[in-house]
């Protein structure tokens, strides 16, 4: 059976690769999991307010003055608080890069162009093989406009561009007017590749406390339809390298996602749950699956029910919504 992928130029020996996470951060688990299958492994995301704050040397000057912003300062994590520093980020990204024979993606957490985008240069040089650019935006201020946050978005990754030859991923939300129209942009801005989508983690309420409280929940499997729609309707239209990101806790689910149109597959929570090695009982479920269906390799199964290809285009789009709300009998 040949499991092997295409995914941003790299040769990967089958789809399944954990994502960002604090996994990468241990560098037994990052073995384990290069033992249990794993394709790739991807780094954990620095932050543009992380690398900023770090190079203007103000994160000891806003801990000495922390009250005279306490609602800016009192929810950014302290220094300590993140796993690794920049400098440390990249010295780890190293270390995995020679602990292990499989590609490493490094990952950068930003949404405006700026200085912080010359640590995509210095993951390139620490060795990183891809990077992923992950978008994350609240956009607030009623005067920032959705052209606003795309051109931003643009711009970022033409930034990044610009200064790095390895191929460069970004990873998007859900929540773009048209996301078709703005993937392609992206692509015409130089990605290699879209992965569907990040998770916003969305703040509590302390009811009691009267405090706004970070909040963390482990993805579920129902999280990846909407992967599923609109990795299908995209890349039956845009030529691209496309990953699934959110709600993979399977190998059905992976199929989903490679059937939908995913070259790879990136899985954090079960994991997480399960431990590295589960990794491996997904693999022999995927390949087994495969091989009882008289499948040959893994490119034949991609893409076959995205837009372009399914028998039935319109339950991806509006007949969907009119059918599910006509099917409930009370």
């Not at 499991?3 to 954990?18: E, I, S, V, W």
């Not at 999991?33 to 103000?58: C, K, P, Y």
């Not at 039956?236 to 989903?256: E, M, N, P, Q, R």
């Amino acid at each position: 059976m040949n499991l092997t992928t295409d995914y941003l130029g790299l040769k990967l020996k089958n789809p399944l690769m954990p994502g960002a996470s604090p996994m990468a951060d241990n560098l037994d688990i990052v073995r384990q999991l290069e033992d249990a299958g794993a394709s790739a492994i991807v780094m954990h995301s620095l932050f543009e307010e992380q690398i900023a704050l770090e190079e203007r040397a103000q994160l000891h000057h806003m801990q000495m003055h922390a009250d005279s912003f306490g609602e800016a300062l009192s929810y950014f994590p302290e220094t300590e608080d993140f796993s690794l520093t920049p400098d440390r980020y990249l010295h780890h990204l190293a270390r995995i890069k020679e602990a292990v024979g499989i590609p490493v993606v490094g990952s950068l957490n930003g949404v405006t162009p700026g200085g912080w985008v010359e640590y995509a240069r210095k993951m390139e040089q620490a060795g990183a093989d891809a990077l992923e650019l992950n978008f994350y935006e609240i956009s607030t201020d009623p005067v920032n406009s959705a052209v606003d946050v795309e051109v931003r978005a643009i711009e970022t990754i033409q930034a990044v561009k610009e200064i790095v030859k390895i191929p460069v991923a970004v990873k998007l939300s859900p929540f773009f007017s048209s996301l078709p129209n703005f993937a392609s942009e992206m692509v015409a801005g130089g990605a290699s590749g879209l992965i569907f989508f990040n998770r916003f983690y969305q703040p509590d309420i302390d009811i009691e406390g009267l405090e706004v409280q970070p909040s963390l929940h482990l993805s579920e499997p129902n999280e990846l339809l909407l992967r599923l729609r609109w990795l299908a309707i995209v890349s039956a239209t845009l030529d691209t390298s496309y990953a699934a990101s959110g709600g993979i806790h399977s190998a059905t689910d992976a199929l989903k996602a490679i059937m939908a149109g995913a070259h790879a597959v990136q899985m954090v929570s079960i994991l997480l749950k399960r431990g590295p090695k589960f990794l491996k009982t997904i693999l022999n479920e995927l390949e087994n699956w495969l091989e009882q269906h008289e499948y040959d390799s893994i490119s034949q199964l991609r893409g076959s029910m995205n837009l372009a290809k399914t028998p039935d285009p319109s339950a991806f789009e509006r007949a969907n919504y009119i059918r599910i709300l006509q099917c409930w009998r009370v």
